[in-house]
């Protein structure tokens, strides 16, 4: 622990924008600064290094490109693989597990070892592994490695070691599922069939033991053979060639008959009496031709026939439509006597399977439900019911249901917030499912002790936004609002969509959300900006829509001053800021020649609407196009519901509205902000023209990078000198004389740089001198991809092959018009109590402002007080210069005390403005100010703002502007995240780098405390998606279907193992049908085959070890790891296990002295019958 109560005498220290320690993770410490620490901070750090640790905690959503599926129909628990070698394990809500293959092979099968608390999978790399689901976390015991054969299907029977695995050559291997080995025993391709057979069958495609024999092995070959094998007698009993290739066999239970699907869309079924030919072909789907012939159908991948003790047997299958209906949706039919049942699905079908009653394959199956995998959904439909009703899904299976476009995670919502928003949500849910509960419900779940209320937003390519409770590691949708509804809907060839085609007009770029106030708002892909209040009432409102003209038409080139490492600059000049008028002109002061282009992408409804309970739109804010030029993509926002202020930023400029007055108060350019401060030197304007084609640039809250639509690639605003130095000449860091300003309405009129003796230099590229002009371009409207697929080549170099390791390249702020556009962005606002201008005495609201320059403004504000004078008297707002520069775009800033605690923004209390009127109560703003002053009685006044670029994080000193502390975060890569969060009662400075690392920092001190390469950025979508929030968690889009939670602190690490759900839980296998004497005399003695005799070591000896490597797992390992994250709650259920021990070890012995009892018993009337008729003769009796 520290404290920093002044700065060392002695201490030597280097610049604060030198760069200290290695470039990978940046200097080793926060450097403490030349200037003078206030006497009354006394802060006691209280974080360390053992305060953190980084692990995965759940995953949510739907599994990405699924590949196969199984379920354990005694523990109830359901798996699912794929493409990318993960495993899903879903039980009952609040049981969900995931686990990833280290080979990323695609999951080809999977089977569980049923209520053994197992799992096997099949990859596509030809490798067995066996899972172990007995712990929270599961983990691999062992693995088996093919080398010369590929695996195609695989067979593991109930109550089974020996696992049946089929390969493309057509050979039956068998494995052993305890020591993971290959047995002796091969069925080999060319034994299996006849020898007069000149072609080679194909690949395993079917493998099953016959339900009334485990001796006999159905194998089923692609090109259409069958063969029954005998593995006591090793000889085949039957073989069956067809003339169409087979696709899947299911069997009747009695093992008597069993049905294929095949190719041509038929299901043949064959009795094994007459096995010649098929007793029955039909084709489901195929109709009878004029001409007699029949359709031609699309394969029927898989079948399944299961009966049913009170009614005719079920054959429920995928595909066999006729190809003549075009378009059609996938199916699955169930075919339930003679009726049939044709259930259209939104995707096509991965993978289905029958739920049933008994796990045994020779009992009456009994069919509940049945599970059906799609490419992009998970149902369950209930066959109970003669209409075949769907399940309700409890998991958060729809988050990908459009594209999602950004996320947002807050850890530290108000209680009541979340059983509001459900019931409101509630209300809209769709019905028609079945009223049964959920078959999936295996393992356990119980809350755990180290929950609060945490909600997860996620914004999306339609402009739906969602809310999700995310409380305890669960996923559940509270509530959804459509964007959309606010504006009318677009009718094709009107205004700009008959020139403009846009696919998602309403996607959601970002989201500022205060849960105080209940205040939402939104911005969309189209330049617009919708403020949402919360109301528990319907509501006749109408919309009030404000157009905002931000567009700017410099085109200067940029060169860094020569102080731009100085951590502080003058205050600009000193006149005091007049009130804004309230419509602004465009920043430029140019208007445009002719009202056609000053109108928005989208039309806002304008005329009364009914909204629903929930949140409803008051305001929409929209930027117009100018001269043929769409407006440019909103890079940031904030809003303060304590101000009633909201500020928007974008590659041109800034603009502040008072949403509770309606009315537009700043619009200004990012140039005019400087004042007489401007740190850069910049060339002489040229005057705007007019231009038909449009802008194609955008740029990206977060990144100090611009969108270029001319090569659809992002491109970085930095470059280092080291890249540039041989080709390009040094760079004039001289600066041309303060450029003049005068104030007009409140704002700098935009200045013009002085000519100075040395002219600012352009660097020179191999083609000679260049000036960065913004070209012609497509418009920045186009169909919003989402942040799964958007596509990322960070640095721009000039050789198409270094786009490919361009993340971990460097990126220097010291270039910055090379390559480029040359409009410097509003990265980042933030509203707060702070002090406006230097050696202020008291705080007051003040707007600060970062940009993609590293720039950090101020813009103090004037706000009435009194209520009656906030709704009527107009805000004063007035730039106040620069503050503060750092390396790299200015990611984020955020407030401390002088005692080391973060300082809340002010807020309003909510109020329902729908609720009916009390008029002993009036409705009144009730406001929560956090300002400086009152959150540090005994510490004097001023705070410290923190703030953090892409490469570095500064501590400053308010009111003095004094940077305290620097830390260079990297030099070889560049932060994409950055927040400032509260983790074990302190709060810590949290980065997420575009090299994957993970790093926290200490406050105010900028002391590493922990950096972990954790995830390397493969795409845009981590880069979008990625947050942090409180209590040490963060999220990212792992997929474009799925949900990634981490944490980075130690002590929810430790309770990770209570909060996670138990996969296994002890259940007695349900117990075998007495088959009779009669029935199991006659129909065949299936219980009495011995695989081990067979299969094991002494029978059919050792397998090839050429053929298969055995591969041990990390099982144990991983529990090691278990075992130290959390011995307490170990210990406890080790003490548990043995207490259940003890019990069932207690009934044991009691069921034991009732059948010792019972065996005295009939011993003891036996011997008496015995006495009694020992003397009778025959005929007596």
């Known amino acids: 622990m520290k404290k920093f109560r002044k700065v060392l005498d002695g201490l030597t220290t280097s610049s604060p924008g030198g760069t200290i320690g290695s470039p990978s993770c940046g200097s080793a410490a926060g450097t403490p600064t030349n200037a003078s620490t206030p006497k009354e901070m006394d802060i006691q750090e209280t974080l360390v290094s053992e305060n953190f640790q980084l692990c995965k905690t759940v995953r949510h959503g739907f599994p990405y490109q699924p590949t196969a599926l199984a379920f354990d129909p005694v523990q109830k628990i359901l798996a699912i693989g794929s493409r990318t070698g993960g495993i899903r394990i879903l039980g009952r809500p609040g049981v969900d597990c995931y686990c990833q293959h280290e080979s990323g092979a695609a999951v080809l099968q999977l089977q569980f070892l049923i209520n053994e608390g197992a799992l096997v999978t099949a990859c596509a790399d030809d490798t067995l592994h066996l899972w172990n689901l007995r712990q929270r976390r599961p983990a691999v015991l062992h693995s088996l490695k093919f080398n010369r054969e590929r695996i195609t299907f695989c067979h593991l029977p109930f109550q089974s070691k020996w696992l049946y695995v089929g390969t493309e050559r057509g050979n039956t291997h068998i494995v052993n599922i305890e020591s993971f080995v290959l047995s002796g025993y091969v069925i080999m391709w060319n034994k299996a069939i006849e020898l007069c057979t000149k072609t080679h069958p194909g690949p395993v495609v079917h493998l099953s033991d016959s339900p009334k024999d485990e001796g006999k092995l159905l194998i089923g070959f692609e090109s259409g053979t069958i063969v029954q094998w005998d593995l006591r007698g090793k000889k085949a009993d039957f073989r069956i060639y067809y003339d169409e290739a087979i696709h899947s066999v299911g069997w009747h239970h009695e093992g008597k008959q069993f049905m294929c699907s095949h190719s041509d869309g038929s299901l043949s079924m064959w009795n094994l009496r007459n096995t010649t030919k098929p007793f029955q072909v039909t084709f489901p789907h195929g109709k009878i031709q004029k001409d007699g012939r029949k359709e031609s159908c699309k394969p029927i991948l898989k079948v399944e026939y299961k009966t049913s003790r009170n009614s005719e047997p079920f054959v429920i299958f995928s ?18 006597g003679k009726a049939i049942t044709v259930l259209e699905m939104d995707y096509p079908i991965v993978e289905f399977m029958a739920l049933c009653e008994t796990p045994y394959n020779n009992e009456v199956q009994e069919p509940y439900a049945v599970v059906v995998l799609l490419e992009k959904d998970l149902i369950v439909v209930d066959l109970t019911q003669s209409n075949f009703p769907v399940f309700e899904n409890p998991y958060p299976m729809d988050i990908h249901e459009s594209p999602v476009t950004c996320t947002a995670y807050f850890a530290d919502c108000p209680p009541d917030i979340i059983p509001i928003l459900y019931s409101i949500g509630a209300k809209h849910k769709k019905t028609g499912y079945s009223q049964k509960e959920w078959p999936v419900a295996g393992g356990t779940w119980t809350l755990g002790s180290h929950t609060y209320p945490e909600i ?14 995310a409380s305890a590691i669960t996923l559940q949708m509270l509530y959804k609002l459509k964007t959309s509804k606010a504006f009318e809907k677009p009718k094709p060839g009107e205004g700009r969509a008959a020139e403009l085609v846009e696919e998602d ?5 970002m989201v500022s959300w205060c849960p105080q106030s209940r205040i939402f708002c939104v911005v969309g892909i189209s330049a617009h900006i919708i403020l949402y209040r919360f109301s528990k009432y319907d509501a006749n409102t109408q919309i009030v829509s404000l157009e905002v003209r931000l567009q700017c038409e410099t085109e200067d080139v940029i060169t860094p001053s020569e102080n731009e490492n100085n951590p502080c600059f003058t205050e600009s000049s000193p006149h005091s800021p007049q009130p804004h008028h309230q419509h602004p002109a465009s920043p430029g002061g140019v208007t445009p020649e002719g009202n056609k282009d000053s109108i928005p992408y989208i039309k806002v409804k304008d005329r009364m609407v009914r909204v629903p309970p929930g949140y409803q739109a008051e305001l929409v804010i929209q930027l117009l196009w100018v001269d043929g030029e769409p407006p440019q993509q909103i890079t940031s926002l904030d809003i303060n519901s304590a101000y009633g202020l909201l500020a928007f930023g974008n590659c041109n400029g800034l603009a502040v509205v008072d949403y509770l007055q309606k009315t537009i108060l700043l619009c200004m350019s990012t140039l005019d902000l400087y004042g007489a401060a401007d740190p850069y030197q910049r060339l002489t304007r040229s005057p705007r023209r007019n231009r ?5 640039s955008f740029c990206m809250r977060g990144l100090s990078n611009f969108y270029s639509d001319s090569k659809k690639r992002i491109r970085t605003s930095y470059q280092s000198l080291t890249e540039l130095s041989d080709n390009q000449q040094s760079i004039d860091m001289e600066r041309s004389k303060s450029p003049t300003s005068d104030h007009v309405n409140g704002h700098c009129t935009s200045p013009t740089s002085q000519p100075s003796a040395g002219k600012p230099r352009v660097p020179m590229g191999p083609e000679g001198p260049r000036l960065t002009r913004r070209g012609p371009g497509r418009p920045p409207f186009r169909k919003a991809q989402s942040a799964a697929c958007m596509e990322i080549s960070l640095p721009v170099s000039h050789t198409e092959e270094s786009r490919e390791n361009s993340f971990s390249r460097s990126r220097s702020s010291s270039v910055s018009s090379i390559d480029r556009d040359t409009k410097e962005a509003i990265t980042t606002l933030q509203f707060g109590e702070s002090y406006g201008r230097k050696n202020d005495a008291l705080p007051t609201p003040c707007l600060w402002v970062g940009t993609s320059l590293g720039v950090v403004l101020l813009i103090p504000m004037s706000i009435p007080t009194d209520h009656e004078e906030r709704m009527e008297e107009p805000v004063a707002i007035g730039p106040s210069g620069t503050a503060l520069m750092l390396k790299g775009s200015v990611l984020r800033i955020s407030f401390l005390d002088f005692m080391g605690q973060l300082i809340q923004s002010p807020h309003e209390v909510w109020r329902d403005l729908n609720a009916p009127e009390d008029p002993d109560r009036p409705r009144r703003r009730k406001l929560v ?9 005994n510490c004097g006044e001023g705070h410290l703002a923190v703030v953090c670029s892409e490469k570095q994080a500064k501590v400053i000193s308010m009111p003095s502007q004094s940077c305290l502390f620097v830390h260079n975060i990297t030099e070889s890569s560049f932060v994409l995240r950055a927040d400032v969060v509260s983790v074990s009662n302190s709060v810590c400075l949290a980065c997420f780098c575009a090299n994957g690392h993970v790093m926290t920092l200490s406050l105010p001190s900028l002391r ?18 990625f947050c942090f929030t409180n209590g040490g968690q963060a999220l990212y889009l792992s997929s474009p279907t799925e949900i990634q939670r981490i944490t980075y602190s130690q002590e929810m690490c430790d309770n990770l193992q209570e909060m996670l759900g138990e996969l296994f839980t ?17 129909g065949g003695n299936s219980h009495n085959f011995d695989r081990e005799e067979l299969f094991g070591e002494a029978a059919a000896g050792k397998g090839s070890r050429s053929l298969a490597q055995h591969i041990p797992g990390q099982a144990g390992m991983e529990g090691m790891k278990v075992a130290a994250s959390g011995v307490v709650g170990d210990l406890a259920r080790a003490r548990i296990a043995l207490d259940e021990r003890g019990q069932r070890l207690g009934e044991l012995e009691d069921r034991t002295a009732l059948m010792m009892t019972s065996a005295e018993t009939f011993s003891k009337h036996a011997h008496e019958l015995m006495l009694k008729c020992k003397d009778k003769k025959w005929y007596q009796f």
Request: hydrophobic fraction near 35%; proline fraction near 8%; charge should be neutral.
């Open 1008 to 1025: 590493p405390l922990m950096d972990v390469n954790y995830l390397p950025l493969t795409d845009m979508r981590i880069a979008r998606t």
């Open 319 to 336: 595909g066999g439509l006729s190809y003549d209906k075009a378009g059609r949706r996938p199916t699955l039919t169930i075919m339930h």
């Open 456 to 469: 997860i937003v996620t914004g999306h390519a339609d402009g739906s936004i969602k809310f999700w409770d």
């Open 1066 to 1082: 002890p259940i007695e296998t349900p117990e075998a049908q007495n088959r009779g004497f009669l029935k199991g005399f006659f």
């Open 692 to 696: 038909q084609s449009t802008s194609g």
């Open 505 to 509: 007009p309403f996607a959601v770029q």
């Open 929 to 937: 100010h956090f300002s400086p002053s009152s959150s540090q009685d």
